[in-house]
DNA sequence: ATAAAGTTTCAGAAATTACTGAAAGTTTAT
DNA sequence: ATAAACTTTCAGTAATTTCTGAAACTTTAT
């Protein structure tokens, strides 16, 4: 299968940020070509279209699917699989977000909970502890909201990020009208 | 300069992490140093402490400065260059999280963005353009929404992060007093 | 049981990225 | 102008990551 100049320059695209975005070039092309298709497309597709190995493309479908970005559909009377991009867009960013927030933040959190166990032996480690507790915190607060913000319906989630910081205004108010009260 | 284990396992850390993070090992291991080091340290101190060349240390400064991550200091009568964060923990979360995004979605923007512009010559382009016009609304929208945080107080914000999924709550009311009227 | 159609694995090759260290450059002092 | 103290650059090397392709494996049909 060929594309068109348009297709295939956003697909290659894809490739060249692939890295940036925490896959490697034929992984962010699969992902580009398969959003980019309305058919699901078999292992072979991908691998003729792109150029690429019949074992890169496993290994890559293996990689996109532990990102949980694609699943695979099945054809009547045909043994292939076919993949597709496993939800909308939305969907699909919402995982790269989660995913990436694990790989980069829960490490870290849990090196820095064992760090803070145990207390500092001279200024020197005193100052240090105090700059990991406030990282920590930071990670925490961080990876709390990012759950919560998952959690909301995603047209609320749209109304909330195109108020933009027209929710402190909100939130202000919300102050006003309850100052005294707490619930 | 050497290093208690606590503070070297956090460095060391750092540098593990340093590529999902969006640079280097060592780019990751200078940075996680200044951070726990409460003076600020010359090119050689890093170079030494770290065990990396110090041609090394000089391009991993640049490249930090270019994340707008460390600053410089002098020592009145001593003409080497002393580096430190530039900032708080959150102002340097907050610049890693804006350098990325223009580094990750910026580009996919403006590609995208000319990609909209002239028609879909069949069924193909069709399908694929309005996909690319899904993901332009929703990079526009994260891009729009990021600049906006950021011209949040600090306090603010987290007041707002610890607020987490409450904002709706809030939005609800806000609607509730308002109906019919706007803003 | 065998063959056909398909998928996965993995050792080695290729490509990319990071690092070193010596040479070139810069700045300040005299 | 020269030297001393320091920094940057960059060609070559080392380390890491990615990719290939052939062999091994799995599943389904006969």
């Known amino acids: 299968m060929n594309l068109s100049p348009k297709i295939e320059s956003f697909v290659m695209h894809c490739g060249e940020m692939g890295s940036r975005w925490g896959f490697n070039r034929t992984i962010g092309q699969m992902m580009g070509l398969l959003i980019m298709s309305e058919a699901p497309l078999s292992a072979n597709e991908l691998s003729e279209t792109l150029n690429i190995s019949r074992g890169n493309v496993s290994m890559g479908i293996k990689e996109l699917q532990s990102w ?12 292939k699989d076919y993949y597709l991009p496993a939800g909308s867009i939305w969907e699909l960013a919402n995982r790269v977000f989660e995913e990436r927030r694990k790989r980069e933040m829960d490490p870290t959190l849990s090196l820095l909970r064992a760090a803070m166990l145990d207390d500092a032996a001279n200024q020197k480690e005193r100052y240090a502890q105090q700059k990991m507790a406030e990282i920590h915190d930071l990670l925490e607060t961080i990876t709390q909201w990012a759950g919560e913000l998952q959690s909301i319906s995603p047209d609320k989630l749209t109304t909330l990020m195109k108020l933009g910081s027209g929710v402190v205004k909100v939130l202000d108010m919300k102050e006003k009208f309850l100052k005294g009260g707490n619930q």
């Open 68 to 79: 949980r970005l694609v699943t695979v559909h099945h054809i009547k009377g045909d043994r």
